[in-house]
């Protein structure tokens, strides 16, 4: 059974409920049986891909960080030692 959206005719709250196709749901506030379904907008695909390609280069883009961050701590020292860049 799917997860529908209701809306109550009563009170007007929105619920969701497991509940069969066509079947009469109560309101959980009010507890009113005038209650209509929703149609409920579907959720576009995430946007992130997945996959080994997709880890190896989060590890390859972490690694570049990793290393830009020693290069901009290093800089600092020198600017603090005295020495230009």
Excluded: H, N
């Excluded at 529908?4 to 079947?23: N, P, V």
């Excluded at 959720?43 to 996959?51: D, E, K, L, V």
């Amino acid at each position: 059974m799917p997860i529908y959206e209701f809306e109550c005719g009563e009170c007007g709250m929105r619920f969701e409920e497991l509940a069969a196709a066509g079947a009469a749901v109560a309101c959980p506030s009010c507890g009113a049986e005038r209650s209509r379904r929703l149609f409920s907008a579907v959720s576009p695909p995430g946007r992130q891909p997945r996959g080994a390609g997709v880890r190896s280069d989060e590890s390859r883009r972490r690694e570049r960080e990793a290393a830009r961050q020693d290069r901009m701590a290093e800089s600092r020292k020198r600017r603090a030692a005295g020495e230009k860049p």
